[in-house]
């Protein structure tokens, strides 16, 4: 079993930046993907950002250009710098891992518990 504990959270206001951060334990050799979640109250859970074992990002076109992932594989950590944030990122934000190259985000894959992330006006 895999554990991901997030944290960086909180409040901020229009354009301003927040780097939130998710530390993986236990079965860590089968970490490969990961990646960060978010969803807002009444929509769907969107996937903001991606990063391979070996550190190529993906992101989002909402996100892209104002968001940075990096991952740190000796720390078991996984990074998301936002900046430029806007109230409409305002959500639940969620580390996922998955044992394949690719997030899938499925039940078989990791997640966190989620650290709220609001961005007032």
């Known amino acids: 079993q895999v554990q991901l504990v997030e944290s960086g959270g909180g409040w901020v206001q229009a354009g301003g930046s927040l780097r939130l951060s998710c530390a993986a334990s236990g079965s860590i050799f089968s970490i490969n993907a990961m990646g960060w979640y978010r969803q807002a109250p009444g929509k769907q859970r969107e996937l903001v950002a991606t990063i391979t074992f070996s550190g190529t990002p993906t992101y989002a076109d909402s996100v892209k250009g104002r968001f940075t992932i990096s991952r740190d594989n000796a720390k078991n950590t996984v990074y998301v710098l936002m900046n430029s944030l806007k109230p409409e990122d305002t959500a639940v934000y969620s580390c996922?891992?998955?044992?394949?190259?690719?997030?899938?985000?499925?039940?078989?894959?990791?997640w966190g518990q989620g650290t709220q992330v609001t961005v007032s006006s």
């Open positions: 996922n891992a998955d044992n394949r190259a690719y997030i899938s985000g499925g039940r078989d894959s990791y």
